[in-house]
């Protein structure tokens, strides 16, 4: 894996300061697995100010460009309906199995 920059240094820090572990190396796995080149991430409201950040990190982890959904998430029943993208990470509280 590729030495994390500065930048993404501060996103990890505040993710496990403040108790959340958004399984980033996870989603990296997935876009990669997937081959997907366009990837949405849909962001509970609490999360959206770090968005540019998620992203960031992850297009520099893959070759994919990472959109950030701006409309409200009010779960995981809340899937957009979005057009040419080939990935939706979506982030939530609670494990789906499967």
């Known amino acids: 894996m590729r030495p994390y920059h500065t930048k ?8 496990y300061y403040n108790m959340y572990d ?25 999360l959206k100010p770090k968005a540019t950040e998620i992203s960031d990190f992850l297009e520099k982890n893959t070759k994919a460009k990472i959109f ?9 029943c809340d899937i957009p309906n979005l057009k040419d993208i080939d990935l939706l990470i979506q982030f939530g509280h609670s494990k789906w199995p499967f």
């Open 22 to 46: 958004l399984e980033l190396n996870r989603v990296i796995k997935e876009i990669k697995k997937h081959k997907a080149k366009t990837v949405c991430i849909q962001l509970p409201d609490g």
């Open 8 to 15: 993404h240094l501060k996103i990890i820090h505040f993710i």
């Open 68 to 76: 950030i959904y701006l409309d409200s998430c009010f779960g995981s």
